[in-house]
């Protein structure tokens, strides 16, 4: 009965919930089985809750990891609303894997984190994410991933919800960790 009830709500997270963009994710996480994330943007914590849920059904929760990289507090008032750091980590942490938040942007949070991460399978990049400031945080990103982790960017698009994912493969990550940078004079 109980894997009844978890492939019910797999098909109902992969096929039904909302924002449908979030849809792919799902299925990704189905077919992966990641045992580590990086979400960059965690915004109220709904899809972390999910992410973690979902590959709760395949490995036993104990032994998920999830990073969470966001601005919490010092959010700008134009940007989707968010959870405080004590409070997401107070959400996430109640799911049982081992939780870390770093707050600030992307690059400056992974600068700082990038050394200690290791091993990460799947990547979330929200569809607010500063695109300027993820430019420079891709040089970070390699270090920290698996051999066959894939990256899920959430792009604007003309889609309801307005983006779409785009998978990258390792590959793709290391070609944007490369690309020449223009320096301040």
Known sequence: MQAVLKRLRYWQLAHFSKPVADHPLYQAIRQRAPRSFLEIGVGNAQRATRMIEL??????????????????????????????????????QALGAKIRLVPGDPFSALSRTANELSGIELVVIAQDTDTTVLERAWFYLPRTLAADAIVLWAKPSKDPDGYRFDTLLRADVDRLANKPRRRAA
């Open 55 to 92: 590959a709760s059904q395949t490995v036993d929760v104990s032994q998920l990891s999830y990073v969470g990289v966001d601005p919490f507090e010092s959010r700008a008032p134009s940007k989707t609303p968010g959870l405080t750091l004590k409070q997401a980590h107070r959400t996430l």
